[in-house]
């Protein structure tokens, strides 16, 4: 059975969340799209909580995002408990966020990328395992320490 994939954007990120969605599906996996499906303005947030909620609750193991820059849909996706949503400008940077963050969902910056980087940064994050050992530790600081 392919693993689903929630992925949603707002409109700034509706081009490339497109491509992405169809890219999911060569490569055997099962995209569910949130949306927006209209390049008219749209609120981040509204995506943003539904894919974070998907991984949050282990509907999904992992999701993807897209807006503008990417940090709207990290503010809002990482108010989610147990959601370690990475903003990704690079493939250095996805494998980085997998491999020492275990990092549950990927948020792209639209406006800054092109698809093919989008593509190859997807694809990176996608293949890169989560390394544990040290990093374990570290993680479990992100959901157990108070401010």
Avoid: F
Wanted: proline fraction near 4%; glycine fraction near 8%; charged fraction near 25%.
């Amino acid at each position: 059975m392919a693993e689903t994939i929630p992925i949603g954007s707002d409109h700034a990120g509706l081009e490339l969340k497109d491509r992405l969605v169809e890219t999911l599906r060569e490569l055997g996996y099962a995209p569910e799209d949130i949306g927006t499906h209209s390049a008219e303005s749209s609120d981040y947030a509204d995506y943003a909580h539904p894919v974070a909620e998907q991984v949050s609750s282990g509907a999904a193991r992992r999701g993807v995002l897209l807006c503008g820059t990417g940090l709207g849909m990290s503010y809002a996706a990482n108010r989610h408990h147990g959601v370690r949503a990475a903003v990704v400008w690079t493939p250095e940077v996805a494998r980085l966020a997998r491999e020492h963050n275990d990092a549950n969902i990927l948020v792209l910056p639209a406006r800054c990328l092109s698809e093919a980087e989008g593509i190859e940064i997807l694809k990176t994050w996608l293949d890169t395992p989560y390394a544990g050992g040290r990093h374990d530790r570290r993680i479990a600081k992100i959901e157990t320490e108070e401010v």
